[in-house]
């Protein structure tokens, strides 16, 4: 029997992803590999359409794709498996059935249930930061519901559908997956909300005076003592918000977490935060540091034309590896660049000098990011420092929108100026690289 030695971690479910914040199915178009065939990760497995586009849908690991079950045409709900990438292509093993849990909790309110999204092709749980609307009240499709965090961004999630909240199926800092219920939304108002978590805890039913509002949270800092559990991973729950506020102003919510103020974090704390004593400035300044953000505009992109002819001419057939060479020789030395889309994630190591076909996949951590949102709604970015240097790519008109965000203690103004100015010219002329 045929087995895969690169992969070597048991089956793995292939999902419907989840690419926009209202989509709740999509569509096969076709499948790009057969029952059978061997996928790397990063092979593009089928297309899926949904109201907004058509995209293709990357193998998540390396391995022989068995179990297909979705056909081309079908309307698939966000979440559910449609194949399995498996150890041989004669696994036969089926999917493990769902368990009927033991002690049953009540039954929820009839409605429509509002799942965890997945806000990137690898992402396969959210941490819930915190709700938005209090348990019981009405709200309509467009409003706010919950926050949700994931190894990439902090974002708000909308409703999705009009009708009260009737019950929440977990609490701030629960890790959820992807397209498990996280909510139900009635369409009459509750008698008596339901409120769970994540954790095998007693179902709780609030009282019939549904919309009283939370206790607010204190004035000042709590005690250590009285801190709620630091999540796992020493994250910090925050709402984007005040995430980029805090940024502007040179608050650092650590300060919060040492002070053992509760998580998750709102605008509402951001005046504890300003309240706590001030530190002492360091030696060298005692100004706040803020993050550099630049902006810069392509009127045509000559990306597209460029990659085709590398493809053709000199066999370059991975685009992520130009763009990952054209802004690694835009820094001006040696580099390792990784490209994000959609959550999925290349990491390249960009040789000093304007060859392309030096350029390598790595597993080294990179010192540049590049975020590729031409396929995404988005008109603008602004999410603050990161890690390393994040070059973000949006659509706009025939050409390119470029952000750059960093801190500059990666990056010193005058750098990142000279990075942003190089990479716009590569983009708008690719050829000029080879000049």
Known sequence: MPRNETSGFGPHDVTMPQLGMAQDAGKIVSWLKAPGDKVAKGDALFEVETDKATMEVEAQANGYLTHVTAAEGEDVPVGQAIARISDSAEEDTP?????????????????REITMPQLGMAQDSGVLVGWLVKLGAQVSADDLLFEVETDKATMEVPAGASG????????????????????????????????RGMAAAPVTKAAPKADVAPEPKPAAPAKPAQAAPAPAGGRILASPKLRRVALEKGLDLTRLVQAGHPQ???????????ALPTQAPTPQSGLAVQA???????AQSGFAPFATWAADAHG??????LLAGLAGASLGRAATVAVDRFGASRVYDVPAGRSLSAVTDSANPP?????????????GVSLGAEDVPVLTLLKKGDGLAL???????HLAPDAAIALLSEFAGRMHDPLRHLL
């Open 316 to 321: 370059l057939q991975d685009a992520d590896a």
């Open 164 to 195: 009260y909240l009737a019950a929440t199926l977990a609490q701030a800092g629960d890790a959820v997956p992807v397209g498990q219920a996280v909510a139900v939304i009635a369409s009459s108002k509750p008698d008596a909300p339901v409120a």
């Open 264 to 274: 998750p974090y709102h605008m509402r704390d951001l005046e504890v935060l300003e």
């Open 292 to 298: 550099i953000r630049l902006e810069a505009e392509c």
């Open 403 to 409: 952000v750059l965000e960093c801190d500059p203690a």
């Open 95 to 111: 999917p493990p059935a769902p368990q009927p849990q033991a002690d049953a909790p009540d039954a929820l309110p009839e409605g």
């Open 367 to 379: 010192d540049l990011r590049i975020r590729d949102l031409r396929m995404s709604a988005l008109s």
